[in-house]
């Protein structure tokens, strides 16, 4: 069982601030921006790369709550970043998929 999933399932807590049967969002135990919260698929999806044709749905629900997520942490206006580390080179320490949500503060482009 990976970390997430035990945040899932309660077994190590979280500071959640969005949850529905579908995905979880909570707030990044080391925040890089202000707002910094992830948001997760209830169902387990190793990564973006792994994830196939039946998981479309819930990709685009993610996205779309990650959105509200966004508008209501007051980000809808002066914006945000979405970000989804893939493998190792891109940054992934935690192998269930996760959207993280940024914002706060300028965003510099391209990362590092
Ligand atoms: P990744 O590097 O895989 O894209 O992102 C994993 C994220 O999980 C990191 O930003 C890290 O700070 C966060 N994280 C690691 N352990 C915990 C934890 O126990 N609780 C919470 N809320 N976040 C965690």
Request: glycine share 10%; with cysteine; net charge neutral.
């Amino acid at each position: 069982m990976t970390l997430f999933e035990k945040i899932i399932a309660r077994q190590i807590p979280a500071d959640i601030v969005y949850e529905d049967d579908q995905v979880l969002a909570f707030r990044d135990i080391k925040p890089q921006a202000p707002t910094h919260i992830l948001i997760i698929p209830k169902r387990h999806v190793t990564r973006v790369n792994e994830a196939q044709s039946g998981d479309a749905a819930l990709l685009g629900h993610l996205l779309l709550k990650a959105a509200e997520v966004a508008r209501a942490a007051g980000l809808g206006e002066t914006g945000y970043r979405l970000v989804i580390n893939n493998g190792p080179d891109g940054g992934e320490t935690v192998p269930h998929l996760h959207c993280h949500l940024l914002g706060g503060r300028p965003l510099c482009w391209p990362p590092g």
